[in-house]
């Protein structure tokens, strides 16, 4: 249920801001600002954090197999964001919990 509720978060977020409530922390992600943890000067967007960033390079192997095969980016969003089983909602929970703490990390150390 808890991986439910999570990542059915990332479909209904606004463009604008990403708002991710999970295991009682609060991540707030604002789309128009630039990542300022990596140095590809892209928004920090949906896109940039699971297909893009470099600093969650290694976190993302878990679901790469799911995007692998889009060539376009929005398809391999799509792709991502469609819960077909169990397995997929289950690594992309943890692969976005896990994103979700290097940034924190980054940002709040
Ligand atoms: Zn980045």
Request: glycine share 2%.
């Amino acid at each position: 249920m808890e991986k439910i509720r999570t990542v059915s978060q990332l479909r209904v977020a606004p463009m604008k801001e990403i708002r991710i409530y999970t295991n009682g922390c609060t991540y707030i992600v604002n789309t128009e600002e630039i990542c300022s943890i990596c140095n590809l000067g892209e928004g920090e967007t949906l896109a940039h954090i699971l297909l893009r960033c470099p600093l969650y390079r290694e976190t993302r192997v878990a679901i790469a197999h799911y995007t692998q095969d889009h060539q376009e980016e929005r398809a391999a969003l799509k792709c991502l964001l469609t819960y077909d089983t169990k397995e997929k909602l289950k690594s992309i929970y943890h692969t976005l919990k896990t994103i979700l703490k290097i940034r924190a990390f980054i940002m709040f150390e």
